[in-house]
């Protein structure tokens, strides 16, 4: 599946599932480095692959912005029956105060700030 076919994927459950498969799962077998392992953040690729994970996601969102900022569904983890939701909160582990999934969903907010 080219790149292109996901961005005519109209909601994100469906995106979110291939991207996850089809990229995200992929790469780090082709690349065989350490991206399968807790010490994966040693390796640079891991880095260079996930902001082109990132980039293609903003890139998917940018197609219908107003309809995609508040497109979020699926399982709220893997074997959940639990359904994710906007308001889910990620623990940010005394770094900074936890944040909501929604507060993350447009990077040209005040929060994140950039662009692609």
Known sequence: MAVEAFFRMAD?????LEMDRRVHVLISKIVRGDLFVY???YDPVFYLHHAQLDRIWW????ADLPYRL???A???LRNSTQRASLNDIIPMGGLAPDITIADMMETESGLLCYRY
Request: net charge negative.
């Open 74 to 76: 699926g399982r709220l």
């Open 39 to 41: 010490s994966g953040p």
């Open 12 to 16: 994100y459950e469906p995106f979110n």
């Open 59 to 62: 890139m998917w969102q940018q």
């Open 70 to 72: 508040t497109d979020y």
